[in-house]
C-alpha cells in the first residue's frame, strides 16, 4: 500500500512563491507517474501537473503553464510542485496523487490515479 505525505502550504502573497513536498511510501517509486490536482471551495477538483516515473515527460493546463513546475526525485521518494506568481484563484486545497505501480505514464485524468494524499491548503492573499 503506497501513502503519501504532503508538506509546505500555507499563506503567501500574491506574486509570491511556495513549493509543496510530496514523500511516497513504497518500492520502485520511478514506476510510478505522479500528478499534483486542487480543490477550491465549491468547485470540482481539476488537473495542475503530472510527471511521468522518469520524470522526462510532464504536462500542465493552461491557467498554470509557466508558473507551477512539477518534478520527481526518485532516489528519495519524493516529489515537488514549485509554485510561482501565485495568484489568488490559485487558492485551494492541493492534493498529491500517484498511480498504480507500472503505469509510469503521466495522466491528466484523477480517475487514473489510485493513491491520494491527504490534502494540503495554500492561501493566496490578495
Known amino acids: 500500500q503506497v501513502q503519501l505525505v504532503e508538506s509546505g502550504g500555507g499563506l503567501v502573497q500574491a506574486g509570491g512563491s511556495l513549493r509543496l513536498s510530496c514523500a511516497a511510501s513504497g518500492r520502485d517509486f520511478s514506476n510510478r507517474a505522479m500528478g499534483w490536482f486542487r480543490q477550491a471551495p465549491g468547485k470540482e477538483r481539476e488537473f495542475v501537473a503530472t510527471?511521468?516515473?522518469?520524470?522526462?515527460?510532464?504536462s500542465y493546463p493552461d491557467p498554470v503553464q509557466g508558473r507551477l513546475t512539477i518534478s520527481r526525485d526518485n532516489d528519495r521518494n519524493k516529489g515537488y510542485l514549485q509554485m510561482n506568481s501565485l495568484k489568488p484563484e490559485d487558492t485551494a486545497v492541493y492534493y498529491c496523487t500517484e498511480r498504480k505501480y507500472g503505469f509510469r505514464e503521466s495522466s491528466k485524468r484523477s480517475n487514473s490515479y489510485a493513491y491520494w494524499g491527504q490534502g494540503n491548503q495554500v492561501t493566496v492573499s490578495s
Open positions: 510527471i511521468s516515473g522518469s520524470g522526462t515527460s510532464t
